[in-house]
């Protein structure tokens, strides 16, 4: 396994996020959405590099000192190598030093090894939302880590 590194993303990403998206997602966000979130003074968006290259992603948004993971998304080839959990970690700790006290998640009921890697970070399940996702409908469990400042 490679080691990643973890940088902010920047407008030399959005093309390789916004395929990812589509890649890994069902409804995925386009590039332009993406793009909008470099401007948006709400956002904070990390991405994976290996070589060079985007392996993975991480988006939220935050308002006050509450955040919202928007998006995490790994490359098929770049799984089962922890970088979802080092981009987690990475966003989480860059939370943390902005004065956010919590993060918040939706993860479809079904996706069990999403569901594993966010409980080992100690996430708790704080609620359900039905019929939130779509193609296929699916139930969302809303998730949530908190820490103390």
């Not at 968006?45 to 509450?66: I, K, M, N, P």
């Not at 790994?74 to 939370?95: C, F, N, S, T, Y």
Request: aromatic share 6%; hydrophobic share 45%.
């Amino acid at each position: 396994m490679k080691p990643s590194e973890i940088v902010p993303m920047a407008e030399a990403h959005v093309a390789a996020v916004a395929e990812l998206e589509k890649a890994c997602f069902s409804a995925p966000w386009s590039e332009a959405s993406v793009r909008e979130e470099l401007t948006n003074p709400l956002s904070l968006w990390l991405v994976s590099l290996v070589d060079g290259q985007v392996a993975g992603y991480v988006g939220s948004q935050t308002v006050l000192d509450e955040a919202d993971m928007m998006n995490l998304a790994v490359a098929p080839r770049h799984r089962r190598q922890g970088i979802a959990r080092q981009l987690v970690e990475a966003l989480g700790d860059a939370l943390r030093a902005q004065g956010v006290q919590s993060l918040t998640l939706e993860v479809r009921a079904s996706n069990e090894a999403a569901i594993q890697l966010y409980r080992s970070l100690c996430f708790t399940q704080v609620g359900r939302r039905p019929r939130y996702y779509t193609k296929p409908t699916e139930d969302a469990l809303i998730l949530r880590k908190e820490w103390k400042l």
